[in-house]
Structures are given as C-alpha cells and as structure tokens.
Antibody, heavy 119, light 110 residues
Framework: QLQLRESGPGLVKPSETLSLTCTVSGGSITSGYYWGWIRQPPGKGLEWIGEIYYDGNSYYSPSLKRRASISVDTSKNQFSLNLHFVTAADTAVFYC????????????WGQGTQVTVSS | QSALTQPASVSGSPGQSITISCTGTSSDIGLYNYVSWYQQQPGKAPKLMIYDVNNRPSGVSNRFSGSKSGNTASLTISGLQAEDEADYYCNSYTSSGTWVFGGGTKLTVL
C-alpha cells in the first residue's frame, strides 16, 4: 500500500526558508505519477502549491511561483518543497500527495505536517 | 488564478439529497474534464471522493456522484448520513497547467 509522509521543522522564522520532505513508501517515485504539495492555513481552505514529475518537470501556483521550488530525489524516493522568504501568512498544515498522469485522481495523501512561522 | 467558487455551507436531513456547486471559468472547469472532489473530516487529510468529473474511486459509496455543466461542477450526495458531515472541496485543472481548489463547503447533517 502506497504511503506518503511529510517531515520537516514545525517552526520557521520569518524571512527564512521553509523546507519539507515527503517520503514515499510502498511504491516508486519514478513510476509515472505527479507528486505535489498542498497547504491549508488554520481554519481555511486547501491551496495547491505545485507538483513535480520524476523527471524534474515542475509546475507552481502563480501566487507562489516566485517563492516555491519542488525537487525530487529518486535515490531516496523522496520529493521536497522549499518556500522562501516566509511570513506568518505561510503558517499552515502542509500535505504531500500523488496525482495520476492525465487525470485529476489525487488519491494518496500524507497525513499533513503543521508548520508555524514565528520568531 | 482565483479559487473556484463554492457555497460556504449546505445542510440536509438524514436520507435527503444535497448538491454542492463549484463554479469556475472557461479556462478551468469549462475547458477540461479534470474536476475532483475531496471530503475532509476535522484534523484529517482530504479524501478523494470523485475524480474526472464523475468517477468514483474504489471504496467510495455510490451515494456520491459528480457532474458538470459549462463552467460549473457539482457534487451530489444522496441518502445523506451523519458520517457525511464534513468539509468538501472541488479541484480543477487550469489552462495554465496548474490546479486550483474551491474555497470549501461545510456540510451539516441536521
């Protein structure tokens, strides 16, 4: 059974870089899917951040494109999110997820990890 | 890109049917059949309920169905049950090659 698990610091200082990793188990990250990041600020809705294919092709939300970068490490079966110059508005639960190519099927999600931006 | 538009809340009694709408534009919902719906219980990760407008993943009750007309997608839940009470989000592909979520709808089972 495929499992995704987010990991990273729970607290980040303003203006610094938020770095999260999603570890994929029970399947290969090179198996032809898109791997994405979604966040949810406290009490608010879901926001799509971006996604990456195992070959490195990536896509980002226009509102976060200047600050976000997603990378993949096939040797570790992981993909990562860096969000630069964070502010308190970036405080959220961050989820990683897998999407099937040529479909809106995003059926596997991590449990989510809380990241707070505060000094 | 703007978030897709959903009603903030809907409600219904057990056994009834409810429909949640999700309105986008001719650059997202109106252009592609890549619309999905997610159920989120408090403190939990979202769960896929419908994908590609009207397809149900294995294990999802057939009480859940999806449809699309023009720039608006809809999620219908029939035979409402207490366990259906949750937040629901739509999601669509866009002509920019990105994805966008709706603002979410809180479903209350009376």
């Amino acid at each position: 059974q495929l499992q995704l698990r987010e990991s990273g610091p729970g607290l980040v200082k303003p203006s610094e870089t938020l770095s999260l990793t999603c570890t994929v188990s029970g399947g290969s990250i090179t198996s032809g899917y898109y791997w994405g990041w979604i966040r949810q600020p406290p009490g608010k809705g879901l926001e799509w951040i971006g996604e990456i294919y195992y070959d490195g092709n990536s896509y980002y939300s226009p509102s976060l494109k200047r600050r976000a970068s997603i990378s993949v490490d096939t040797s570790k079966n992981q993909f990562s999110l860096n969000l630069h110059f964070v502010t308190a508005a970036d405080t959220a639960v961050f989820y990683c997820a897998r999407r099937t190519q040529s479909s809106s099927w995003m059926g596997y999600w991590g449990q989510g990890t809380q990241v707070t931006v505060s000094s | 890109q703007s978030a897709l538009t959903q009603p903030a809340s809907v409600s219904g009694s057990p056994g009834q049917s409810i429909t949640i709408s999700c309105t986008g534009t001719s650059s997202d919902i109106g252009l592609y059949n890549y619309v999905s719906w997610y159920q989120q219980q408090p403190g939990k990760a979202p769960k896929l309920m419908i994908y590609d407008v009207n397809n149900r993943p294995s294990g999802v009750s057939n009480r859940f169905s999806g449809s699309k007309s023009g720039n608006t997608a809809s999620l219908t839940i029939s035979g409402l049950q207490a366990e259906d009470e949750a937040d629901y989000y739509c999601n669509s592909y866009t002509s920019s090659g990105t994805w966008v979520f709706g603002g979410g709808t809180k479903l209350t089972v009376l």
